[in-house]
């Protein structure tokens, strides 16, 4: 049903249109009724739910084909997903994973969702971007109710909302490993600002929602170490107003400091004392540490980074305009606080800190990747909401007030709606029945057909891709081997001999080296293939064996295994009407319906078998008038033999004009000739209406059998027999 609601969409893409309009309109009306409920003092108590409910609904009403792409968005989102899938067996981190610049709670973010009964794949990890974007909003729209109402604090967060709910650059779609990030930060912030007292001194008692927003900071630097200095400066905003207070006894003040201290360091304390005593310590220290802070080194400067993250912003221009719509609000709040001689809230400073530790942050790895941006948007849209919110509170003159109005509709909403429009619909949009059913490619079929539960594939190369289609956990800690492929000084001491040492302990079923022509990242084989590594050369050599060299991926089986897992894997052979090498019937044999599809040419190049009933194809129909008889050769390694034979409706629909019925019959046929009959059926679809149904069957084939013979016999007369062979399909044992 939903494949057939799928197509359908695909052929109309202004249903998509039609929806996101349509919420995005009913958004704004509700937005227009909160401010004047708000104007006349009659404000609903759940303007705050409703702002929830329609901000995700603008999050799924824009971005929803999304979650149907089956394929990675960026190679970071599969790597992702892959170590969520190994983490469902060994939770433990930096023992079973390493996620190298991401922390480890970017996985097991993705376990919740799951545990919940969606599937590991893309949809899970766009489904959680989303969630954690949504609950970053409205961490952002509790700090700002602490300044105001429901409307207003709504009205703050648009440029916010319709950012990211129209956001059509991939890496701010994806599952990142900054989603995390951000939602922590927002969520300190909340939990902070709605703790502190607006009075000093009416308590000395640190409140637990102090203690928990430093907490939540504290779990920063196990999300994304790039986040920690935004973090660092919300915390310090925090403790400096804290110790600054006036009115408030010292002692007080000391305590809410140090318990905002202490929850930030207890988070880092429980990980790592849970490193520790599993012995994981020395893993988290060399490949988060000290791989992370030597990525850095290899980067570029930090001018250069602003200049491509300026470049990368041309593929929407989306980005530019939220940019200039912050300049531009942001200029006309200092203008007006100039004027009125007024100086801004305290949060504006304190999204500003945030703002500026954001730049750092992205500039800090000296790489220009456009997902970093999100770890700006965050504070951004808290300092234009603060803006916005004064704005809209101190603009008392009908005039300016419309006018302001104006510029914020044209700034926040309608700038970015005419983009998105000018951008069109998803990329994925008009493919969504094709990925509903998540098309693998030739590797993950076949390692699909045989993989079991509790098998592992361990990756050489840069293809976790491929871990997401398999649905299976890592064999190594790394779903890709970058560390071991990239020329620095770890590389040969310590990730290479840790990487033959995982391979080794977990002896994964499936070995695949991802070095090839068309590969992510690592193209040449004679560079970067495994054999360039010897000690992985040879333990390749001894305990796999190559299945298959499909151009780009090169898979290998363990050799322990690899004989029984093929045994029991057949491929499926439909026959078609030029591979039988007799055939005889009045008025000749004819092709019915559809006839089982040619592989794709890329298919034929790579490998022209179709592995087991995971290729579906069209049953072909072939009509052989009785008395009639066709011989099919059986390959070597034929296991079964199945198909049926069945009457067209003409040959009964007449009762004066009706079959008298017809014998199928299906015999062996030997190396010398003799035959041996294996199935035969009488069908007389006008007497018997039971025998109007195709009669079908389902042939072990003998081991000395070399061809296959198909008869139908006529009754006392052969008028109207209408006989064809439906879906004739053999399995064959499949021989790498």
């Known amino acids: 049903m939903l494949k057939h609601l799928f197509a359908w969409l695909d052929a109309h893409p202004t249903a998509y249109w039609s929806l996101a309009l349509v919420v995005t309109a009913a958004a704004g009306l509700w937005l227009l009724r909160a401010l004047r409920r708000e104007r006349t003092g009659t404000a609903p108590r759940h303007d705050g739910v409703a702002f929830a409910l329609y901000t995700l609904a603008l999050l799924f009403a824009w971005r929803w084909p999304v979650l149907f792409q089956a394929t990675p968005l960026n190679p970071d989102e599969a790597q992702l997903i892959a170590a969520a899938l190994t983490y469902q067996l060994d939770p433990v981190p930096f023992r079973s994973v390493d996620l190298t610049t991401s922390g480890p709670l970017n996985g097991l973010?993705?376990?919740?969702?799951?545990?919940?009964?969606?599937?590991q794949d893309y949809?899970?990890?766009?489904?959680?971007?989303?969630?954690?974007?949504?609950?970053?909003?409205?961490a952002l729209f509790g700090v700002l109710r602490t300044r105001a109402t429901a409307a207003g604090a709504a009205l703050a967060l648009m440029p916010g909302v319709v950012f990211l709910a129209l956001a059509a650059d991939?890496?701010?779609?994806?599952?990142?490993?900054?989603?995390?990030?951000?939602?922590?930060?927002?969520?300190?912030c909340w939990l902070l600002c709605r703790v502190r007292q607006p009075e000093p001194g009416i308590t000395t008692?640190?409140?637990?929602?102090?203690?928990?927003?430093?907490?939540?900071?504290?779990?920063?630097?196990?999300?994304?170490l790039q986040s920690v200095p935004v973090g660092c400066a919300i915390g310090l905003w925090f403790l400096v107003t804290t110790l600054a207070a006036r009115g408030r006894p010292l002692a007080g003040r000391l305590r809410w400091a140090g318990a905002l201290i202490a929850g930030a360091v207890v988070p880092s304390v429980a990980m790592l004392a849970l490193i520790a005593a599993t012995g994981q310590f020395e893993e988290f220290r060399l490949t988060y540490l000290v791989a992370n802070f030597s990525y850095?080194?290899?980067?570029?400067?930090?001018?250069?980074?602003?200049?491509?993250?300026a470049r990368t912003t041309r593929f929407t221009w989306q980005f530019p305009g939220f940019f200039g719509a912050i300049v531009l609000l942001l200029g006309v709040h200092a203008l007006w606080c100039r004027r009125?001689?007024?100086?801004?809230?305290?949060?504006?400073?304190?999204?500003?800190?945030?703002?500026?530790?954001?730049?750092?942050?992205?500039?800090?790895?000296?790489?220009?990747?456009?997902?970093?941006?999100?770890?700006?948007?965050?504070?951004?849209?808290?300092?234009?909401?603060?803006?916005?919110?004064?704005?809209?509170?101190?603009?008392?003159?009908?005039?300016?007030?419309?006018?302001?109005f104006g510029l914020l509709l044209v700034t926040a909403v309608l700038a970015p709606l005419a983009l998105r429009v000018r951008h069109g619909p998803p990329e994925n949009y008009g493919n969504l029945a094709r990925d509903w059913r998540q098309p693998y490619d030739d590797v993950a079929r076949h390692i699909r057909a045989v993989a079991r539960p509790g098998d592992r594939l361990a990756m050489w190369g840069w293809w976790p891709h491929l871990h997401v289609e398999t649905g299976l956990p890592q064999g190594t800690r790394g779903a890709h081997s970058e560390l071991q492929l990239r020329v620095w000084p770890m590389r040969d001491p310590?990730?290479?001999?840790?990487?033959?040492?995982?391979?080794?302990?977990?002896?994964?079923?499936?070995?695949?080296?991802?070095?090839?022509?068309?590969?992510?990242?690592?193209?040449?084989?004679?560079?970067?293939?495994?054999e360039s590594f010897p000690a992985l050369r040879d333990l390749i050599a001894n305990d796999y064996v190559l299945v298959k060299d499909f151009g780009s991926q090169r898979l290998y089986l363990r050799r322990d295994e690899a004989g029984a897992r093929h045994a029991r894997l057949p491929r499926v052979l439909p026959l078609a009407l030029d591979g039988f090498s007799e055939k005889t019937a009045p008025g000749g044999v004819?092709?019915?319906?559809?006839?089982?599809?040619?592989?794709?040419?890329?298919?034929?190049l790579a490998d022209d078998r179709l592995y087991g009933d995971l290729v579906p194809h069209h049953p072909l129909d072939l009509f052989a008038h009785a008395p009639s008889r066709l011989v099919h050769p059986l390959p070597a390694g034929t296991l079964r033999l199945r198909g049926a034979g069945a009457f067209r409706d003409a040959a009964f629909a007449d009762p004066a004009a009706a079959t008298d019925g017809a014998t199928f019959a299906v015999r062996w046929i030997a190396a010398d000739g003799s035959r041996s009959l294996a199935w035969e059926r009488r069908l007389t679809p006008a007497a018997v209406p039971a025998d109007r149904a195709p009669a079908a069957f389902d042939l072990g084939v003998p081991t000395d059998a070399t061809a296959v013979e198909f008869t139908i016999e006529p009754g006392p007369t052969n008028s109207f027999d209408w006989t064809y062979w439906h879906d004739l399909r053999l399995d064959v044992r499949y021989c790498p």
């Open 590 to 604: 004819a092709r019915l319906g559809h006839a089982a599809p040619e592989p794709p040419f890329e298919r034929r």
């Open 170 to 188: 991939l890496d701010f779609i994806h599952y990142s490993s900054e989603h995390v990030a951000i939602f922590l930060l927002a969520l300190a």
């Open 109 to 119: 973010a993705l376990l919740p969702t799951h545990w919940l009964g969606v599937p």
């Open 494 to 530: 310590v990730f290479r001999p840790r990487y033959l040492a995982e391979l080794r302990a977990s002896r994964a079923l499936f070995f695949v080296d991802a070095v090839g022509p068309d590969s992510f990242g690592y193209n040449k084989r004679e560079i970067d293939g495994h």
């Open 340 to 404: 009125t001689h007024r100086r801004p809230d305290r949060l504006y400073w304190l999204a500003t800190l945030a703002s500026a530790a954001a730049i750092y942050a992205l500039c800090a790895p000296r790489h220009a990747f456009f997902h970093y941006l999100l770890l700006f948007v965050l504070p951004a849209i808290l300092w234009t909401g603060i803006a916005v919110l004064e704005l809209h509170a101190g603009l008392e003159s009908p005039r300016v007030r419309r006018a302001f």
């Open 123 to 138: 949809f899970n990890a766009r489904l959680v971007a989303i969630l954690l974007e949504w609950g970053a909003l409205l």
């Open 205 to 224: 008692q640190p409140r637990l929602g102090w203690i928990a927003g430093g907490a939540v900071l504290g779990l920063l630097p196990w999300a994304k």
């Open 296 to 309: 850095m080194d290899t980067g570029i400067s930090w001018a250069e980074t602003l200049v491509q993250l």
